[in-house]
T-cell receptor, first 109, second 115 residues
Framework: RKEVEQDPGPFNVPEGATVAFNCTYSNSASQSFFWYRQDCRKEPKLLMSVYSSGNEDGRFTAQLNRASQYISLLIRDSKLSDSATYLCVVNWGDYKLSFGAGTTVTVRA | GAGVSQSPRYKVAKRGQDVALRCDPISGHVSLFWYQQALGQGPEFLTYFQNEAQLDKSGLPSDRFFAERPEGSVSTLKIQRTQQEDSAVYLC?????????????FGPGTRLTVL
């Protein structure tokens, strides 16, 4: 079983729509959580960290549920430029990052 | 400022050839990581340096893979006797002291194709 599991999608949504997806992680001792964004043939870039209380960054909202061991990302008012693969990333408290395989989002005009 | 750079961006090797992939981290970043990303997958950890010390190489898939960072800045990932299953994007990332919560900044990667 992989340490971080994601629905690969793709999620195809029209501009302006809201899209949300989750990831689950296996290690209950996980300490830090992130969403990275990866455009096609580009490197991953940090989108946002995920905090226990939940956090927002503009149109993006991240939630963490430690009891059920899942993290969610919600994108409101989707833009064409939001089309990308979103990588769920977990850190167990050391230096390593464990990545999910990614959820692909395509926003259409 | 300049980000993480990697070279070459693309490498085609015949099976059995040796390859060397270079990473220039962000200036001042103590920690350096190598990841392997297969098609359709997330990056997988290969190895970790803190300055010139290789503190973790547990993710290297075989003894054909070797990484070094002799002066604590530039790093090289070497793959000997390449096999087709080595085809992947090799990503380098750097960060400040390397706590799990520190942001890792990724380079553009080297896309290795082994024929």
């Amino acid at each position: 079983r992989k340490e971080v599991e994601q629905d690969p999608g793709p999620f195809n949504v029209p501009e302006g729509a809201t899209v949300a997806f989750n990831c689950t992680y296996s290690n209950s001792a996980s300490q830090s959580f992130f969403w990275y964004r990866q455009d096609c043939r580009k490197e991953p870039k940090l989108l946002m960290s995920v905090y226990s209380s939940g956090n927002e960054d503009g149109r993006f909202t991240a939630q963490l549920n430690r009891a059920s061991q899942y993290i969610s990302l919600l994108i409101r008012d989707s833009k064409l430029s939001d089309s990308a693969t979103y990588l769920c990333v977990v850190n167990w408290g050391d230096y390593k990052l464990s990545f999910g395989a990614g959820t692909t989002v395509t926003v259409r005009a | 400022g300049a980000g993480v750079s990697q070279s070459p961006r693309y490498k085609v090797a015949k099976r059995g050839q040796d390859v060397a992939l270079r990473c220039d981290p962000i200036s001042g970043h103590v920690s350096l990581f190598w990841y392997q990303q297969a098609l359709g997958q997330g990056p997988e950890f290969l190895t970790y340096f803190q300055n010139e010390a290789q503190l973790d190489k547990s993710g290297l898939p075989s003894d054909r893979f070797f990484a070094e960072r002799p002066e604590g800045s530039v790093s090289t990932l070497k793959i000997q006797r390449t096999q087709q299953e080595d085809s992947a994007v090799y990503l380098c990332a750097s960060s400040l002291p390397g706590l799990g919560s520190d942001t890792q900044y990724f380079g553009p990667g080297t896309r290795l194709t082994v024929l």
